[in-house]
């Protein structure tokens, strides 16, 4: 069936821009409250690995990327005592509605929280042809 042929720009065999291959594992990984972006790709699903505990109006955690979009927010609630452990892939490409120059700028991604620990990881990415 030559439907996904038909729908591509210019008899492409790929929906991403010219120039880039798609890749997939992990790209790079971080804890810290800053996470760069290596340069020459461009980040396609962030997976969040988070984890805290605590009372009323925390843990919380809050990622934002160089652009000050917000990736992902997690607030467990305010019960007496609260407890989780999340793993999720984040998926930029429709946070960004496919739109690759926009996601090309995203560089750096920003934590915030409180009482929370959490791992960053890209585990699909962009990367520029011959990089």
Known sequence: MGFCRNI????????FPAGYKFKTGELAKSSSATFSIPS???PLTLKVVANGSGSWSDP???IKDNN????????????????????????????YNWDFDALATVNK???????????LSIVAWLEKAGA
Do not use: A
């Open 40 to 42: 020459g790709c461009i």
């Open 68 to 95: 000050d979009k917000n990736i992902f927010y997690l607030h467990p609630g305010k019960n007496n005592e609260v407890n989780y452990s999340i793993g999720t892939p984040v998926d930029l490409m429709s946070l």
């Open 109 to 119: 991604f920003t934590v915030s929280n409180n009482k929370s620990s959490w791992t």
């Open 60 to 62: 919380w955690i809050t």
């Open 8 to 15: 591509l720009p210019g008899g492409s065999k790929t929906p």
